[in-house]
């Protein structure tokens, strides 16, 4: 068990670390380009090197998975060599953590929200939001909030099966196509948000799972999943086609709940007098009142 972990984190730090060299042309990286076809797609190892300021062969056992021992001056030689974005700078440091021989293990991902949050979602009457776990499972929901997921609530996935999890949603539900206006966007932030979360929390066993059902069931997300694209999920405006109001533009924002490590709080807040403002007020009184709703148990 204990080797396969191993060869699963080389493996990760390997496809990573080539797919970010492979992206890169010379020119990118202000290195001379001289005449002749070039064998690979992007830097090859040793520009990478020179770049970081590194021997080859110490890079090419690098890129072979071996980040154990790989001091923070290194890693940051890399991340610079390769124009590593915050998410993914993030990522080397956290797949170097992975492989460091304490082998550290994932952080204990909580199931269930606290009673405080669940009356603070009581209490967002006029916007949709919701607490989820790094894996997309919904874990409670205001009222506006189940109702502008209701056809993720209403997917057949989910009838014998809890909780719902929007990741599987998007990927195993055809009806997802109709509800995200633009599918492939949200798509690769889904998946680049999940191959995120295998670096921090790499012995996270149901999340393992959950990858492994989408990779087999779904060939767009194994796809992108080959991709290894990662992601912060933090703000943005998600573009969503509701079935009673239409097209919807909604800026979200998304915070993590320090005393539970592994949840976050998610809402959405269009601009006062904005035709989604009028729209989730449509919806605020076709759903009623109610209390956040649980999802069901794992």
Same mark, same amino acid.
């Given at each position: ?13 390997? /496809? ?10 010379? #020119? #990118? ?16 190892? &040793? ?15 690098? /890129? ?11 890693? &940051? ?5 390769? #124009?590593?974005?915050?998410? /993914? ?19 204990? %991902?909580? @199931? ?47 009838? #014998? ?17 109709? !509800? ?16 995120? &979360? ?17 990779? %087999?069931?779904?060939?767009? !997300? ?12 933090? @703000? ?16 979200? &924002?998304?915070? /993590? ?9 998610? !809402? ?31």
């Amino acid at each position: 068990m204990a080797d396969n972990i191993k060869k699963d984190a080389a493996a990760e730090v390997r /496809e990573f670390l080539s797919t970010r060299r492979a992206r890169l042309a010379p #020119q #990118q990286a202000g290195l001379p380009v001289h005449g002749g076809k070039r064998r690979v797609a992007g830097l090859r190892r &040793e520009e990478v090197a020179l770049l970081a300021g590194m021997s080859v062969d110490y890079y090419v056992r690098l /890129e072979r998975g071996n980040l154990s021992g790989a001091s923070d001056s290194v890693l &940051e030689a890399l991340a610079h060599a390769l #124009q590593l974005d915050e998410a /993914e700078r993030t990522h080397l440091y956290d797949l170097a953590r992975a492989a460091a021989p304490s082998g550290r293990r994932a952080t204990a %991902t909580s @199931s269930r929200v606290r009673p405080t949050f669940m009356r603070l979602l009581d209490s967002m009457t006029e916007v949709p939001a919701y607490v989820r776990n790094a894996r997309f499972d919904i874990l409670a929901a205001n009222a506006l909030g189940r109702a502008l997921y209701a056809p993720m609530y209403d997917s057949p996935l989910f009838a #014998q099966r809890g909780p719902v999890n929007s990741a599987r949603f998007m990927f195993l539900d055809p009806a997802s196509r109709g !509800f995200w206006s633009d599918w492939d966007k949200g798509a690769d932030d889904a998946v680049a948000f999940l191959r995120t &979360e295998t670096g921090r929390s790499p012995h996270d066993k149901v999340l393992t799972d959950l990858i492994g059902e989408l990779t %087999t069931r779904s060939d767009d !997300f194994a796809r992108r999943w080959a991709r290894h694209d990662v992601k912060f999920h933090r @703000s943005g405006v998600k573009n969503l086609h509701h079935p009673l109001v239409g097209d919807l533009a909604l800026p979200y &924002e998304a915070m /993590e709940l320090p005393s539970d490590p592994g949840l976050r709080l998610n !809402f959405y807040a269009p601009e006062p007098d904005s035709r989604e403002r009028e729209a989730l007020a449509l919806l605020a009184s076709w759903a009623g009142t109610g209390t956040a709703a649980p999802a069901t148990n794992d």
